[in-house]
């Protein structure tokens, strides 16, 4: 399925100065732009627990961070419950993800 916008983030050091037309940037500092995420063809890509705590740090609704989760979940992919709780407290929205993590079904979540 073709996505309708890009998200990216990018660090605040390093902002592209032209627009791209359905891109949104999200800037971060850089000491954070770089937790959690992995190299695919020198592109950072953050993981599935970096990328639920990005959105919600966004302002995006918990209705909506739940419905990709579950999401995920029916695709059988696990999420690391302990990374999301400490890039919970990295990001500073720890009462928000106790929130969502209250409600999900742990049946994929992997647990160390």
Known sequence: EDAKEIDMI????NVPKRKLSHVR????????????????????????ERTLV???????PLSIVFAIV???QQMKL???????????????IKAKMNLL???LPKG?????
């Open 78 to 92: 696990d999420l690391d419950f302990a990374q999301l709780e400490k890039l919970a407290k990295v990001f500073r």
């Open 54 to 60: 990005d959105l919600i740090r966004n302002g995006e």
């Open 108 to 112: 994929h979540l992997h647990i160390p």
């Open 25 to 48: 940037l999200y800037r971060v500092k850089s000491d954070i732009y770089k937790i959690e995420s992995t190299l695919l063809r020198n592109i950072p890509i953050t993981k599935l």
């Open 101 to 103: 993590l209250q409600v």
């Open 10 to 13: 990018v660090p605040t050091s």
């Open 70 to 72: 579950r999401k995920i």
